[in-house]
């Protein structure tokens, strides 16, 4: 029942910018990838960590983890098919969690919980509630009000039985393309539970998310 970590680092970074994709860039003097890498791995359940980089990304993927041992691969033009051909790429294990290169904080308490949730549903994902209030916008043109009540921010790593997700993203046929796997995972008719998740897993997203990571960090360790 080996528990394999897959990162999904493949992307370019269209919406941040800059020189080098975001899961490259250091975020309080370590790369971003490289916080991702070292938390699945220091976890007593996870026994290997597998990651799926972009075209022309080797270089950049080296100097990020100098020599940290993990194994790589392809990854594909959507987030989708990027895990698609990494869970192909890992071919079997007993779990699995995939995880965004650009969330670099994950605590460890995050993935216990996750770890934990599998013995009762074939996958589970870290959530946290909507605090905000939520308006329908476009072209700055306000709609309605969208109730927040029973609504959940979705995080990653998302856990679930390998197999089962596996066979999830060889039949997935949806028509929008979904930006996780527990999406692709109720799909194909699996359980999916919602564990708590943590403010520190914020996706690196904007500019300046960056900044911001680095002030929350800055407060938990002062
Ligand atoms: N990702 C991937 N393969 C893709 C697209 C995204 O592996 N074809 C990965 C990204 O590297 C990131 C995670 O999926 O770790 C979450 O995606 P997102 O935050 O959207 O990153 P990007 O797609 O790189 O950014 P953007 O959408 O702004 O271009
Ligand atoms: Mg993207």
Known sequence: NRVVALIVAAGSGSRMGGGIPKQYRKVAGVPVIARAFDALVSHPKVDAVHIVIGASQ???LADALGDRVMTSSPGGATRRESVRAGLEAIGSAGRVLIHDAARPFLPATVID???AALDEAEGAIPALPVV???VRAEGGVLGDNVER???????????FRFDDILAAHRNWSGDAEPT??????????HKVLAVPGDAM??????????????????????
Do not use: N, Y
């Open 149 to 159: 009540e029973g609504l959940a921010r979705v995080q990653t790593p998302q856990a």
């Open 58 to 60: 080797e270089t950049m």
């Open 132 to 134: 905000d209030t939520l």
């Open 201 to 222: 897993l914020e996706k690196l997203t904007h500019e300046a998310d960056f900044a911001a990571a680095e002030a929350r960090l800055g407060a938990v360790m002062t």
């Open 113 to 115: 919980r996750l770890i």
């Open 180 to 189: 996780d796997d527990a999406q692709v995972a109720r799909a194909a008719g």
